[in-house]
């Protein structure tokens, strides 16, 4: 009987001893990257593990190494040829060891315990500095807790102000403690905490953590109780509360946006993070695929203006689309929509107030959009023939490089109704003609223009005549530049081209370019006698045009662009004021007699 009783305690005993010590094992990964050459070194303390839930460690080893080139998925194969790695113990049974030169296999398996640091550093070996990632497992035995941690806790039904948690009981075990913590970490059990509570029952946490921030990271611990006074260690996890929709998530909340007076108006960023459906259906002009996240503005135009040009600045979208409505929120009339980043709306409605809906194609990128809305600039002052820009042609120059650069732009130029001729085959559609004139003075002229920045497709036409009876004597649509070479001028005569670009359809907005007016040829004698004849200022002119004369000057009659006399003078003087004051804006040719010699000269009114 004795016998018996002692053998029962001998096997209880060794039954507790078991429990006692009973272990654990579990890996954690440790890695770094970065340049090979730098080097790049990942260093591990024994204080760096923390999957032994606070309980002694009894046993550490090296277990998987692993490195990656250029990325965390990258090649694995290239260790021992474009770099390899050292590794490096101090403290525990593996005090002083060093292994120079490694590769994966190396290191596995090394004993490691009572480590106080591991030390991994990479070796560049080949004439190229590359990147690379690598990472270590350690395997940790360590003593079973008598009360597991709970694990794999997970965030339902999070919303801006609220979230429900779960999680997995670590044994079996019913009471649990949580507390929680906004936009910053903390240690738990040390009254560091937003909220705190006990939980009961079944693990999960619902319906009760309400009354949170928006768009803010929640770090929560939760721990076991597993009676008695056993508390496991904590564990812990993290969650995003939702955003705030944008303001301008709908129609009815859509944000007024400044339209700007011939100009972009001020720039508007926007955001389509977390917005919703609002609920309109897609206009049947759009092209993108509505998956909701649309965002909303709204616009008066101003008095006056039946136009206004849209420009994308940025955009974080795949394709941002566009709708235009007109109408009020729940009775919207679709107008226009555009895809491109830049759009031109027009047939608008002076005074109206029209609304503006932007989303990403699919609703699958997220975030800012920039843009500007304005009415277009007026049409440039050179926009017919009647108000042809003049320029002088410069003579003696050896290319078009050394020739003299003369700005233009064709932005909200219109149509002139001169249709555009055909040249080189191609014919084009001159919608958006800028004028020029010139009075030669050598009998061949270059003009060659380029465009700047913004290709244009320029095309260029010349003309002898007048406005109103042109005569074709040249074009040039090749490529950039374009140029065209003119023969057989009258020298003084006065000759016009225009510059459109090709397409119909394209934007005018931004787009400019350079004008060259040159012959290799020199200025004739008889030409430089005759500009000899007089001289004349200013040029604009406001009101007075003075003209001064070595001779008398006989006679000065002005015209308009049309051909129409508007002046008539017989001064008998060597000098005259020429009186423009009641002459409307634009060109004008003012036809000067001295001494039996009569020479024209193109003033510009302003």
């Known amino acids: 009987m004795k016998k018996i009783t002692l053998w029962l305690f001998a096997l209880c005993s060794l039954a507790f001893l078991w429990q006692a010590n009973a272990q654990s094992q579990s890996t954690e990964n440790f890695g770094a990257f970065g340049s090979d050459a730098a080097p790049t070194v990942l260093t591990i303390n024994s204080t760096d593990i923390t999957v032994n839930q606070g309980q002694p460690i009894q046993a550490v080893s090296l277990g998987t190494f692993t490195s990656h080139y250029d990325s965390p998925t990258g090649g694995t194969g290239w260790c021992g040829d474009w770099y390899d790695f050292s590794l490096a113990v101090t403290g525990g049974v593996a005090n002083g060891t060093s292994i120079p030169n490694g590769c994966d296999a190396d290191f596995n398996g090394l004993d490691v315990t009572g480590f106080t640091t591991i030390t991994i550093t990479s070796n560049n070996i080949d004439p190229w500095i590359d990147t690379v990632y690598f990472d270590i497992d350690l395997e940790v035995t360590y003593q079973t807790p008598s009360c597991l941690a709970p694990t794999n806790m997970a965030a339902s039904n999070v919303t801006i102000s609220a979230a429900d948690l779960s999680w997995a009981a670590g044994g079996g075990e019913t009471v649990w403690y949580l507390e929680w913590k906004a936009a910053a970490n ?5 009254s560091e905490e937003d909220g705190a509570d006990t939980v009961s029952g079944t693990p999960e946490y619902n319906g009760m953590l309400t009354s949170l921030m928006s768009d ?20 812990s996890f993290t969650f995003t509360t939702e955003a705030l929709p944008p303001a301008n998530d709908d129609c009815a909340n859509a944000i007024p946006i400044t339209i700007g007076l011939e100009m972009c108006g001020p720039e508007v960023i926007g955001s389509n993070v977390n917005a919703s459906n609002s609920g309109v259906s897609q206009a049947s002009c759009a092209v993108a695929t509505y998956g909701g996240g649309d965002i909303w503005y709204t616009f008066t ?21 566009v709708e235009l409505y007109s109408g009020a929120c729940g009775a919207l009339v679709e107008e226009a929509c555009a895809t491109a980043s830049s759009a031109t709306f027009s047939g608008l409605s002076s005074s109206a107030t029209y609304y503006l809906r932007i989303y990403d194609w699919g609703n699958d990128d997220f975030g800012d959009v920039a843009f500007c809305a304005g009415t277009p600039v007026s049409p440039p002052a050179n926009d017919d023939c009647a108000n042809a820009e003049v320029l002088v042609q410069e003579t003696n120059i050896t290319s078009a490089d050394l020739a003299t650069s003369h700005p233009g732009t064709i932005e909200s130029a219109t149509d002139s109704g001169l249709e ?7 014919s084009g559609t001159a919608n958006d003609d800028v004028w020029y004139a010139f009075e030669a003075l050598t009998e061949n002229v270059n003009i060659t223009v380029n465009d700047e920045a913004v290709f244009i497709d320029i095309v260029i036409q010349a003309y002898s005549g007048a406005c109103g009876a042109l005569v074709n004597i040249g074009c040039a649509d090749a490529g950039n530049p374009e140029e065209v070479m003119l023969t057989g001028l009258t020298i003084g005569d006065t000759y016009y081209f225009r510059v459109y670009q090709y397409s119909d359809s394209s934007t005018t907005i931004g787009k400019t370019f350079n004008v060259k007016l040159w012959s290799s040829d020199a200025l004739s004698v008889s030409n430089a006698q005759e500009k000899a004849l007089f001289a004349y200022s200013p040029n604009p002119v406001n009101n007075m045009l003075n003209i001064k004369a070595q001779h008398h000057i006989t006679q000065v009659a002005v015209y308009n662009m049309l051909g129409q006399q508007v002046v008539d003078m017989a001064p008998n003087a060597v000098s005259s004021e020429v009186d423009m004051s009641l002459l409307q804006a634009g060109a004008y040719f003012v036809k000067v007699s001295v001494d039996g010699k009569t020479e024209t000269i193109r003033i510009i009114k302003k």
């Open 186 to 190: 903390f240690t738990p059990g040390n």
């Open 216 to 235: 803010t990271v929640y770090y929560v611990y939760y721990q076991a109780d597993c009676g008695g006074g056993d508390i496991s260690a904590w564990s």
């Open 301 to 321: 135009m101003p008095s006056g203006a039946t136009e206004i040009n849209f420009s994308v600045n940025s955009s974080d979208f795949s394709t941002t689309q």
């Open 420 to 426: 555009a001729e055909e040249c080189n085959s191609f």
